[in-house]
Protein backbone atom coordinates (compact mmCIF):
# COMPACT_ATOMS: atom_id res chain seq x y z
CA UNK A 1 0.00 0.00 0.00
CA UNK A 2 1.17 3.36 -1.09
CA UNK A 3 2.80 5.66 2.25
CA UNK A 4 0.09 8.42 1.27
CA UNK A 5 -3.06 8.57 -0.81
CA UNK A 6 -4.67 10.61 -2.22
CA UNK A 7 -8.77 10.82 -3.46
CA UNK A 8 -10.26 11.68 -5.71
CA UNK A 9 -7.19 12.10 -8.24
CA UNK A 10 -9.34 14.35 -10.22
CA UNK A 11 -12.37 16.44 -9.64
CA UNK A 12 -14.58 18.57 -11.73
CA UNK A 13 -17.00 20.53 -10.19
CA UNK A 14 -19.50 23.68 -9.99
CA UNK A 15 -18.82 26.92 -8.21
CA UNK A 16 -21.48 26.31 -6.13
CA UNK A 17 -21.05 23.20 -5.42
CA UNK A 18 -19.20 21.48 -1.51
CA UNK A 19 -17.04 18.68 -2.19
CA UNK A 20 -13.97 16.79 0.27
CA UNK A 21 -10.69 15.63 -0.52
CA UNK A 22 -9.63 13.01 1.93
CA UNK A 23 -5.87 12.25 1.96
CA UNK A 24 -4.57 8.85 3.97
CA UNK A 25 -1.05 8.29 5.01
CA UNK A 26 0.35 4.79 6.16
CA UNK A 27 3.26 6.08 7.53
CA UNK A 28 3.43 6.58 11.23
CA UNK A 29 4.12 9.90 10.80
CA UNK A 30 1.98 13.01 12.85
CA UNK A 31 2.61 15.83 10.88
CA UNK A 32 0.32 16.59 8.01
CA UNK A 33 0.30 18.77 5.06
CA UNK A 34 -1.57 20.26 2.17
CA UNK A 35 -0.19 22.15 -1.05
CA UNK A 36 -1.56 23.90 -3.89
CA UNK A 37 0.61 23.74 -7.05
CA UNK A 38 -0.96 25.68 -9.84
CA UNK A 39 0.46 25.98 -13.52
CA UNK A 40 3.65 28.47 -13.85
CA UNK A 41 3.61 28.99 -9.78
CA UNK A 42 5.24 27.81 -6.88
CA UNK A 43 4.19 25.04 -4.61
CA UNK A 44 1.91 27.12 -1.93
CA UNK A 45 1.83 25.73 1.39
CA UNK A 46 -1.92 26.27 2.74
CA UNK A 47 -1.80 24.35 6.20
CA UNK A 48 -0.20 22.11 8.17
CA UNK A 49 -1.24 19.73 11.01
CA UNK A 50 0.67 18.54 14.23
CA UNK A 51 -0.23 15.76 15.91
CA UNK A 52 -4.28 16.55 14.46
CA UNK A 53 -3.47 20.43 15.93
CA UNK A 54 -3.75 22.75 12.93
CA UNK A 55 0.00 24.61 13.39
CA UNK A 56 -0.01 26.95 10.34
CA UNK A 57 -2.89 28.69 7.81
CA UNK A 58 -0.73 30.53 5.52
CA UNK A 59 -3.63 32.97 4.51
CA UNK A 60 -5.99 30.35 2.64
CA UNK A 61 -9.33 31.51 2.30
CA UNK A 62 -12.33 30.30 4.55
CA UNK A 63 -13.90 28.48 1.17
CA UNK A 64 -11.23 26.10 1.92
CA UNK A 65 -11.76 24.43 5.23
CA UNK A 66 -9.23 21.51 6.82
CA UNK A 67 -10.01 18.72 9.18
CA UNK A 68 -7.84 16.36 10.88
CA UNK A 69 -9.81 13.94 12.68
CA UNK A 70 -6.31 11.98 14.01
CA UNK A 71 -2.87 11.78 12.68
CA UNK A 72 -3.44 9.62 9.75
CA UNK A 73 -6.33 11.63 8.02
CA UNK A 74 -6.38 14.94 6.65
CA UNK A 75 -9.32 15.94 4.68
CA UNK A 76 -10.00 19.19 2.35
CA UNK A 77 -13.19 20.76 2.83
CA UNK A 78 -14.68 22.69 -0.64
CA UNK A 79 -17.20 25.20 -0.96
CA UNK A 80 -18.19 28.09 -3.11
CA UNK A 81 -14.89 27.89 -4.66
CA UNK A 82 -13.31 30.20 -7.70
CA UNK A 83 -11.72 29.23 -11.22
CA UNK A 84 -8.92 30.62 -9.92
CA UNK A 85 -8.95 27.36 -7.36
CA UNK A 86 -8.53 25.21 -10.18
CA UNK A 87 -5.12 23.34 -9.30
CA UNK A 88 -3.32 20.21 -8.03
CA UNK A 89 -3.50 19.70 -4.31
CA UNK A 90 -0.88 18.15 -2.92
CA UNK A 91 -1.23 16.25 0.51
CA UNK A 92 2.35 15.43 2.55
CA UNK A 93 3.14 14.01 5.67
CA UNK A 94 6.36 13.79 7.74
CA UNK A 95 7.67 13.18 11.35
CA UNK A 96 6.21 15.82 13.79
CA UNK A 97 7.30 17.67 16.87
CA UNK A 98 10.78 17.87 17.80
CA UNK A 99 11.97 15.64 14.66
CA UNK A 100 14.00 17.86 12.85
CA UNK A 101 15.16 17.41 9.15
CA UNK A 102 12.30 14.69 8.05
CA UNK A 103 11.42 14.79 4.64
CA UNK A 104 7.78 14.95 3.61
CA UNK A 105 6.04 12.07 1.70
CA UNK A 106 3.33 13.15 -0.81
CA UNK A 107 0.45 11.82 -2.48
CA UNK A 108 -0.33 11.86 -6.09
CA UNK A 109 -2.78 15.04 -5.55
CA UNK A 110 -6.26 15.80 -6.60
CA UNK A 111 -6.47 17.63 -9.58
CA UNK A 112 -9.34 20.09 -9.15
CA UNK A 113 -11.16 21.91 -11.91
CA UNK A 114 -13.58 24.18 -11.39
CA UNK A 115 -16.48 25.24 -14.20
CA UNK B 1 14.81 35.19 5.08
CA UNK B 2 14.83 31.63 3.62
CA UNK B 3 14.64 31.10 0.09
CA UNK B 4 15.44 28.94 -2.83
CA UNK B 5 16.10 30.00 -5.95
CA UNK B 6 16.07 27.45 -9.40
CA UNK B 7 16.98 29.99 -12.04
CA UNK B 8 16.40 27.19 -14.66
CA UNK B 9 12.92 27.32 -15.70
CA UNK B 10 13.27 24.45 -18.29
CA UNK B 11 15.87 22.27 -19.39
CA UNK B 12 16.01 20.15 -22.48
CA UNK B 13 18.74 16.96 -23.20
CA UNK B 14 19.25 14.51 -25.70
CA UNK B 15 19.31 10.79 -23.89
CA UNK B 16 22.59 10.03 -22.49
CA UNK B 17 24.00 13.67 -22.12
CA UNK B 18 25.00 14.76 -18.49
CA UNK B 19 22.85 17.42 -16.55
CA UNK B 20 22.89 19.51 -13.88
CA UNK B 21 20.18 21.34 -12.02
CA UNK B 22 20.92 24.45 -10.23
CA UNK B 23 19.78 25.17 -6.46
CA UNK B 24 20.82 28.26 -4.32
CA UNK B 25 19.65 28.76 -1.13
CA UNK B 26 19.14 31.26 1.60
CA UNK B 27 18.87 31.08 5.43
CA UNK B 28 20.04 32.37 8.64
CA UNK B 29 20.21 29.12 10.73
CA UNK B 30 23.61 27.40 10.80
CA UNK B 31 21.32 24.51 10.96
CA UNK B 32 18.87 23.29 8.01
CA UNK B 33 18.30 20.65 5.49
CA UNK B 34 17.93 20.65 2.03
CA UNK B 35 16.16 18.15 0.04
CA UNK B 36 15.51 17.07 -3.73
CA UNK B 37 12.13 15.69 -5.07
CA UNK B 38 11.14 14.37 -8.57
CA UNK B 39 7.61 15.31 -9.38
CA UNK B 40 7.09 13.10 -12.96
CA UNK B 41 3.86 13.79 -15.06
CA UNK B 42 1.68 11.57 -12.62
CA UNK B 43 2.08 14.21 -10.13
CA UNK B 44 3.21 12.90 -7.26
CA UNK B 45 6.27 14.57 -5.80
CA UNK B 46 9.02 11.91 -5.04
CA UNK B 47 11.84 12.32 -2.36
CA UNK B 48 15.45 11.48 -3.80
CA UNK B 49 17.61 13.05 -1.02
CA UNK B 50 18.10 14.84 2.19
CA UNK B 51 21.31 16.58 3.42
CA UNK B 52 22.04 18.27 6.76
CA UNK B 53 24.27 21.79 6.94
CA UNK B 54 27.37 19.57 8.93
CA UNK B 55 27.63 17.20 6.22
CA UNK B 56 29.23 18.71 2.92
CA UNK B 57 30.16 15.39 1.59
CA UNK B 58 28.36 14.59 -1.92
CA UNK B 59 26.62 12.05 -2.73
CA UNK B 60 26.36 9.67 -5.57
CA UNK B 61 23.02 7.43 -6.33
CA UNK B 62 23.92 5.21 -9.07
CA UNK B 63 23.44 8.27 -12.01
CA UNK B 64 22.88 10.79 -9.40
CA UNK B 65 24.59 12.81 -7.95
CA UNK B 66 24.45 16.18 -5.56
CA UNK B 67 27.23 19.03 -4.72
CA UNK B 68 26.80 20.78 -2.01
CA UNK B 69 29.03 23.50 -1.18
CA UNK B 70 28.05 25.65 1.72
CA UNK B 71 31.07 28.55 0.87
CA UNK B 72 28.50 29.12 -2.37
CA UNK B 73 25.18 28.39 -0.80
CA UNK B 74 24.68 25.97 -3.58
CA UNK B 75 23.23 22.38 -3.87
CA UNK B 76 23.48 21.14 -7.54
CA UNK B 77 21.86 18.02 -8.71
CA UNK B 78 23.29 16.06 -11.35
CA UNK B 79 22.39 13.09 -13.71
CA UNK B 80 24.80 11.21 -15.43
CA UNK B 81 23.80 10.02 -18.56
CA UNK B 82 20.34 11.34 -18.52
CA UNK B 83 17.41 8.87 -19.96
CA UNK B 84 14.15 9.62 -21.06
CA UNK B 85 12.45 8.55 -17.35
CA UNK B 86 14.16 11.22 -16.01
CA UNK B 87 11.74 13.81 -17.66
CA UNK B 88 10.01 15.40 -15.21
CA UNK B 89 9.68 18.51 -13.10
CA UNK B 90 12.74 18.96 -9.77
CA UNK B 91 12.17 20.68 -6.90
CA UNK B 92 14.89 21.85 -4.37
CA UNK B 93 13.11 22.77 -0.78
CA UNK B 94 14.62 24.36 2.56
CA UNK B 95 14.22 23.14 6.07
CA UNK B 96 15.44 25.03 8.89
CA UNK B 97 15.46 23.35 12.22
CA UNK B 98 15.33 26.33 14.14
CA UNK B 99 12.33 27.60 12.61
CA UNK B 100 9.47 27.02 15.30
CA UNK B 101 10.45 23.39 15.10
CA UNK B 102 7.16 21.91 15.10
CA UNK B 103 7.00 20.61 11.72
CA UNK B 104 9.31 20.07 8.79
CA UNK B 105 8.03 22.69 6.99
CA UNK B 106 9.69 22.77 3.15
CA UNK B 107 10.44 26.11 1.44
CA UNK B 108 10.57 24.90 -2.17
CA UNK B 109 12.06 26.53 -5.03
CA UNK B 110 10.06 27.24 -8.19
CA UNK B 111 11.15 24.33 -9.81
CA UNK B 112 12.97 22.68 -12.90
CA UNK B 113 11.54 21.00 -16.25
CA UNK B 114 13.88 19.09 -17.24
CA UNK B 115 12.86 17.43 -20.78
CA UNK B 116 14.96 14.23 -21.80
CA UNK B 117 14.57 13.32 -25.51
CA UNK B 118 15.21 10.48 -26.80
Known amino acids: ETGVTQTPRHLVMGMTNKKSLKCEQH?????MYWYKQSAKKPLELMFV???????ENNSVPSRFSPECPNSSHLFLHLHTLQPEDSALYLC??????????????FGDGTRLSIL | AQKVTQAQTEISVVEKEDVTLDCVYE???????LFWYKQPPSGELVFLIR??????QNEISGRYSWNFQKSTSSFNFTITASQVVDSAVYFCALSEAGGGGATNKLIFGTGTLLAVQP
Open chain 1, 92 to 105: ASSQGQGIYGQPQH
Open chain 1, 27 to 31: LGHNA
Open chain 2, 51 to 56: RNSFDE
Open chain 2, 27 to 33: TRDTTYY
Open chain 1, 49 to 55: YNFKEQT
